[in-house]
């Protein structure tokens, strides 16, 4: 009996708990028109639903990193430079990624499935 009941409590702790981390992703912004996001230094197109930190590094005081989609809408300021780490849910659908001042060149998508 006590078997059993150890088994179904490492079997409970082998689950994620709900809001667990699926992944890092890295975002980066400058120093000249250049803008991405990356997950393990592959550019990110598709990624699972799920519970995510966000690392953004940006290295320019003309631009900004702006990121949208279901439920989100997170950025740096334009003026700023520098590292901003956010964790965020990301739900299915898509999302995009822009520099506001120059949205028109500096720009991408992803879909969360």
Do not use: E, R
Not at 30 to 38: A, C, E, R
Request: glycine share 12%.
């Amino acid at each position: 009996m006590k078997f059993v009941a150890l088994a179904a409590i490492i079997a409970a702790m082998a689950v994620p708990a709900a809001g667990a981390a699926t992944g890092k992703l890295a975002g980066l912004v400058g120093p000249g028109f250049n803008i991405s996001l990356k997950q393990a230094g592959k550019t990110v197109t598709k990624l699972k639903a799920g519970t995510y930190t966000i690392t953004v590094s940006d290295k320019s005081n003309i631009h900004n990193f702006h990121l949208t989609g279901p439920g989100v809408n997170k950025k740096t300021s334009v003026g700023g430079q520098g590292t901003t780490t956010w964790k965020l849910t990301l739900k299915k659908g898509t999302y995009k990624f822009v520099c506001d001042p120059h949205a028109t060149i500096m720009h991408g998508t992803f879909k969360v499935v």
